[in-house]
């Protein structure tokens, strides 16, 4: 898996719940579709300070799948997923346990349907490479717990740590490279208590002390921004908001907002991210970000926190027994490539696939699955010589950012971001995001998946380190070597995630006032049976042709309540096709088939539904 970045989006924002919950109240964004005027039924989910520029910039979904009937909230995603069935927050009866979730009966079918469309798609059925030959990709599965001189060779045991603070009074804890503080700046001559804004910058660059008026935690510089202009945010006193002007989401814009002080002097006002060197030297003077009083004090210097857990193998438990549950599946892969090189027919340049359970110490997991502390991750680590690795990086970028499109996922909410020099880890010399547009980071955008050129790294580190042989030889080239690696590394819980935001589909005209709109080849129920009564010899009919599909697809029977509630529980789950067995079926062998995303209903013959289901969503 790709190393966290201090730049990328990483997600702990604060561990209490009633801290995560005011966030997710105050986050929404306009949907597309906006063009010249707003909807009166929309205008309560326009954050006030938005101009018609912004809600124009705001928009996120692709004209292609418009989805313009309200704004998605991330709050009401939650619900929906917990009242359907799709998440609930594991060990929840005991009050729950932060950063872990169970997948329910709808979600773990979508986690399985996106789990397998990405085996089949990358290993069963591998796409073609440049020069249009089909590419060589093999399977893994290896074990969670490996002998921990794996993780010192890789480097996690002495590296793969995260700075930590925390708070004396509140016992909160955070992660210090997620700091943002609200800084004052003049557009005047600059006097002593007054700066320029790129003085402050500078000055903050260079380690030097600047005070803050507050700070929050944020993992982005938009999350932190949208809290400072978050209708819920109350400036410390003496001050009071203003105005807000020219909100943008980019480095170079004139201000955030400005504050007015008790004798009604105006502050212009910019967040802007603490350096780790600023706090460690001067944590006593940091105002604390879960301080109500702005005062500073109560912050402690920064600790290294290393994300991997520990557990212990034997009967006995001492330094000895020592093991990690692993943080990434990657390491797994390097382990077996000579394994897989002696005992398959592959040869340079080929890929080997894994997806697996991973774990993380997170300080302060959340924004739901987002970022958790047990995950699952879909990695493939493609094997290539070091002349080719840069056009192997090229074609997995856009092979990857296309492959999410073809999952339904719009393109006006997928983006590819290059990682700038200060990003990359040591060892690697490119590194990509395919970022989506999630509804807590609208309207920015955060990681889903990324793809790395790790250069030889690891199995430089691994031949090192195990005094194992893992060179190839090339017959065709004549040479031995270590082959680079192009790495594609996409998190399954995180992808989950995704779908659930894109589907997520308001429309105050239904009875369920929302629909799931996956994808077919992801949705979780592929089409629900219903008899309009349970009487008359519908019900025996609606039996058989259930029966008949759930051999090829993940189907319903329903029988309980009149017909659109049943429409309504198949539009939250996402179903894209119901048939309905009715009194004129009984007559002519009918059946009347609805369509989830436009409402359509048409009728075909019975015997026909499976040829209809397969010519849609395939062969099951």
Request: charge should be neutral.
């Amino acid at each position: 898996m790709v190393e966290p970045s201090p730049y990328g989006l990483r997600i702990p924002l604060g561990s209490s719940a009633i801290v995560e919950r005011a966030l997710l109240q105050s986050e929404t964004f306009v949907p597309a579709g906006l063009r010249a005027s707003v909807p009166s039924c929309l205008r309560a989910f326009v954050p006030f300070f938005a101009s018609p520029a912004t809600i124009l910039a705001m928009s996120t979904t692709a004209p292609e799948t418009p989805n313009t009937s309200a704004a998605k909230s991330m709050e009401d995603i939650v619900a929906l997923c917990k009242r359907r069935g799709f998440i609930f927050p594991a060990s929840e009866i005991y009050g729950g346990i932060n950063g872990f979730w169970d997948f329910g009966p709808l979600g773990v079918e979508l986690k399985n349907n996106l789990r397998d469309a990405w085996w089949h798609d990358m290993v069963r059925c591998p796409p073609a490479g440049p020069d249009g030959e089909i590419l060589t990709i093999v399977g893994l599965d290896s074990a969670i717990i490996q002998n921990p001189k794996v993780w010192e060779a890789s480097g996690h045991v002495g590296g793969f740590n995260d700075p930590m603070v925390d708070d004396k009074k509140t016992k909160q804890r955070f992660r210090a490279d997620q700091l943002f503080g609200l800084f004052h700046y003049t557009t005047q001559p600059p006097g002593k208590d007054r700066l320029f804004f790129d003085d402050v910058k500078e000055k903050l660059s260079a380690g030097e002390f600047v005070a803050p008026l507050v700070t929050v935690v944020a993992n982005s510089e938009e999350e932190a921004i949208r809290h400072f202009v978050g209708r819920d945010w109350k400036p410390p006193k003496p001050y009071k908001r203003d105005i807000i002007e020219n909100f943008k989401l980019e480095l170079n814009r004139p201000f955030d907002l400005s504050l007015l002080d008790s004798q009604g002097k105006q502050w212009y006002c910019m967040s802007i991210r603490i350096p780790l060197q600023v706090i460690e030297n001067f944590a006593a003077q940091v105002p604390s970000p879960f301080s109500k009083d702005g005062k500073a004090g109560n912050l402690m210097n920064p600790r290294m926190f290393n994300l991997m857990f520990k557990t212990s193998v034997g009967a006995v438990q001492d330094e000895d027994s020592v093991v990690y549950l692993r943080p990434e599946t990657a390491q797994g892969i390097f382990l077996n490539f000579k394994n897989v090189i002696d005992t398959q027919r592959v040869k340079v340049p080929f890929g080997i696939a894994q997806i697996g359970k991973a774990f993380r110490n997170e300080v302060t997991p959340r924004n739901y699955i987002f970022r958790s502390r047990e995950f699952e991750q879909m990695e493939m680590e493609f094997f290539c010589h070091e002349s080719e690795a840069k056009k192997w990086y090229d074609f997995w970028v856009q092979t990857r950012l296309d492959w999410w499109k073809s999952l339904g996922i719009s393109a006006a909410n997928l983006q590819r971001r290059d990682h700038d020099a200060a990003e990359l880890a040591h060892y690697s010399t490119a590194c990509a995001d395919v970022e989506y547009r999630y509804p807590f980071t609208a309207p920015g955008f955060g990681e889903l998946e990324g793809i790395a050129h790790r250069g030889c790294f690891d199995l430089t580190q691994h031949q090192n380190k195990s005094g194992a042989k893992l060179t190839y030889f090339d017959q065709e080239r004549n040479e031995h070597y270590l082959p680079h690696v192009i790495e594609p590394a996409a998190g399954l819980s995180r992808g989950v995630l995704v779908l659930l935001c894109e589907a997520y589909t308001p429309d105050p005209e239904r009875p369920s006032k929302v629909y799931m709109k996956f994808h077919p080849r992801m949705a979780p129920i592929k089409a629900a049976i219903f008899p309009l009564v349970a009487k008359d010899g519908m019900p025996e009919v609606a039996q058989k042709l259930y029966d008949e599909l759930r051999t090829k697809y993940a189907v319903q029977l329903d029988v309980k309540q009149n017909i659109g509630k049943r429409y309504a529980r198949m539009d939250e789950a996402g179903t894209p096709y119901c048939f309905t067995i009715d009194g004129q079926t009984l007559e002519d062998q009918t059946v009347t088939v609805r369509e989830r995303d436009t409402l359509s209903q048409e009728r075909i013959n019975l015997d026909q539904v499976t040829a209809y289901l397969a010519q849609r969503i395939g062969g099951g």
